[in-house]
């Protein structure tokens, strides 16, 4: 038996075609979100496997540092450094700011590190690791920073001696890492207008400035320009001790938060990103319905303009599956048509987003599958119409 | 093939109920023989096509007896189970218009028939091939039906309704939409065809060019046939 359905899309393959590519560059659409999502998740994976930490400490009652802000001392490190288990423990500052580059500015999270220690960016892709301790910078290329290019954070500007690649945060914004007592300095430090206007305010407090106490309002005033404070300590446990137990030593007796690997991902990926996730879930499902009803009137369009073949098909003698199987054909047809517009398409764009999409190859699976369901779904409209032609109309009268 | 063509008796068929109800055929009767070509003529609103549906097992009559050959086909109800088998298999039809696939070339427009019925398709296309050229079309069969002409389509369309050798074929007004020389070309070939494959074929018409062609041409009014002995054209 010929293919009905083959045929057809080979006659009006013109028709087919310019279909399929308005409905693969939804699929397409499609596809690009449900990659933006999975480029969310690797972002965040990304973000703690850089981080080479097997904990993370952070102030009580936080789940900082990447989802809310988070505030211990910078001494915190060597009670940790003290903990039975503990291998590594060092200082991390983060912070999401505009880094400027000439008249530009760059969205950048701004790391903190102390070189050597956990924290520091894994590998380069260009230039090399800091070596100074202050005014040197690795940037992602993201950014868009060249080696020896001078940016400005805060007060201070730095000199980009390296380039790192895929070290983002969950936000999507690059990184740019600077030695931690600058990071410290850029998050923590007043501006000079407010640190003359919080000396004068001291120096006039009596209980801060008080007569016969000398040496009491320097301290003070000192103690209010320090920066010892960071956002978080990052803890690589030894060879052979669990993460978990690390933590809850940490949590029982240091007043402390610790999560774990494990914790941190479910914290981003459930928490830090799970509004983003249900709003691509919504689009998911509206591109979904869209796509169905776009094939569905095609199909049905297609199918009302063969009404008098299909009355004599049936007059003819040929089956009512024949005739149902001919359409499904055509909307799975199509429905293939626009996958592989859509898998191109995806896959030609993705790379131009400002943020990382990842298109898998699970995900392009499924939907696939799910273009076909949906395609088999739509044509039911076109094939009920088809099965109520009455074999009749074909004869005149 | 024994018996006859096709015989109606008393047939009737009544659409509506009660007050509203229209006896679109009243005690029909009709007898074609095998390798015959009879005309079906009358005004419009006679019945024509509500009996040629009848003849087709489109719709089902409401009282009479039809046989097919040597088998009762309807008698007060329908006595073959599968009517989408019996038209695809022992009834032909022809159209005013040829309605071909348009997306199949004219070889398979043919063969599509025979492959219906389960046969492989080299032999359906060897068949088609063979009453394409029997029709003097053969050199057409890769075209595709829109690049033939009107003529050329209509003979393309009684291929196909030979296609499977059906006992009878139902030809509705199939030479309406051609000139004289064609609809009278179109006859011919339906009555070399009939006697050629022994097939008993239905010709409704109201054509006033290819009415002197009948031998025998049965009148429909108000739902009645009347027979007439016509003066067949050689």
Redesign the interface.
């Known amino acids: 038996m010929i293919s009905l359905a083959g045929r057809d899309i080979l006659h009006s393959w013109s028709k087919f075609v310019l279909t399929g590519i308005g409905l693969g560059l939804l699929i397409g659409v499609t596809l690009t979100m449900a990659g933006v999502y999975r480029g969310m998740v690797d972002d965040a994976k990304a973000l703690l496997n850089n981080s080479g930490a097997d904990l993370w400490v952070v102030q009580q009652d936080t789940q900082g540092p990447y989802a809310e802000s988070s505030s211990i001392h910078d001494d915190v490190y060597r009670s940790m450094l003290s903990l039975s288990g503990v291998a590594r423990a060092a200082n991390v500052t983060y912070l999401t700011m505009q880094v400027r580059l000439d008249n530009t500015d760059v969205r950048a999270m701004v790391v903190g590190f102390e070189p050597g220690q956990p924290g520091e960016p894994g590998y380069l892709i260009a230039g090399r690791h800091i070596t100074r301790n202050h005014y040197e910078a690795v940037a992602d290329v993201k950014t868009g920073f060249q080696l020896g290019d001078s940016i400005r954070i805060r007060r201070h500007d730095y000199r980009v001696v390296g380039l790192t690649k895929r070290m983002v945060s969950s936000g999507g914004d690059p990184m740019v890492f600077i030695p931690l007592k600058d990071a410290q300095e850029a998050q923590f430090l007043k501006d000079n207008d407010a640190i003359l206007n919080e000396r004068a305010r001291t120096t006039a407090n009596p209980t801060l400035n008080r007569p016969g106490v000398p040496g009491l309002l320097e301290a003070i005033q000192a103690s209010q320009n320090a920066n010892r404070n960071v956002n978080a300590v990052l803890v690589q446990v030894s060879p052979g001790s669990h993460p978990e137990t690390v933590a809850n030593e940490v949590r029982r007796w240091k007043h402390l938060q610790a999560f774990t690997r494990l914790q941190m991902e479910e914290i981003l990926v459930s928490k830090l990103i799970a509004t983003s996730a249900k709003q691509i879930a919504m689009f998911l499902v509206i591109l979904a319905v869209v796509s169905a009803a776009i094939v569905a009137f095609i199909i049905y369009t297609m199918t009302l303009g063969k009404i008098r073949e299909i009355a004599v098909l049936k007059l003819i003698g040929t089956r009512n599956r024949t005739i149902a199987g001919m359409i499904l054909q055509q909307a799975l047809g199509l429905g293939l048509i626009g996958f592989l517009v859509g898998k191109v398409s995806a896959t030609v764009w993705a790379p131009f987003f400002p943020k990382y999409v990842l298109l898998e190859p699970g995900d392009a699976a499924r939907g696939f599958v799910v273009v076909m369901v949906i395609c088999a779904l739509a044509s039911t409209l076109a094939i009920r119409a088809a099965l109520h032609v009455d074999p009749a109309t074909a004869i005149g009268g | 093939m024994d018996g006859f063509g096709i015989r109606i008796e008393g047939l009737s068929k009544r659409y509506g109920e009660g007050d509203t109800a229209v006896d679109a055929l009243k005690d029909v009767n009709m007898t074609v023989a095998p390798g015959e070509v009879v005309g079906l003529i009358g005004p419009?609103g006679s019945g024509?096509?509500?009996l040629?549906?009848c003849l087709?097992a489109?719709?089902e009559p409401t009282t009479g007896k039809m046989t097919l050959g040597d088998e009762v086909i309807y008698d007060n109800g329908w006595k073959i189970p599968d009517l989408?088998?019996l038209?695809?298999?022992r009834i032909g039809?022809v159209?005013?218009a040829p309605?071909l696939?348009?997306?199949?070339d004219v070889i398979?427009n043919v063969?599509?028939?025979p492959?219906?019925?389960g046969r492989p398709?080299g032999e359906s296309r060897k068949r088609a091939l063979e009453l394409l050229e029997a029709l003097d079309v053969g050199h057409r069969a890769k075209a595709?039906p829109s690049q033939l002409s009107g003529g050329e389509q209509q003979r393309v369309a009684i291929a196909?309704a030979l296609a499977n050798q059906p006992p009878v074929i139902l030809a509705?007004?199939p030479t309406a939409p051609l000139d004289s020389e064609r609809a009278l070309s179109v006859v011919r070939i339906l009555n070399q065809m009939a006697q050629q494959f022994n097939t008993a074929i239905i010709v409704v018409t109201h054509d006033e060019k290819i009415i002197p062609t009948f031998k025998r041409i049965y009148h429909i009014r108000d739902g009645k046939t009347f027979e007439e002995k016509g003066q067949a054209l050689s």
């Open positions: 419009s024509k096509s509500t040629l549906k087709g489109v719709i989408r088998a038209r695809r298999d039809f159209f005013q309605y696939i348009p997306f199949l398979d063969a599509l028939l492959m219906l019925a398709n595709q196909r509705d007004e």
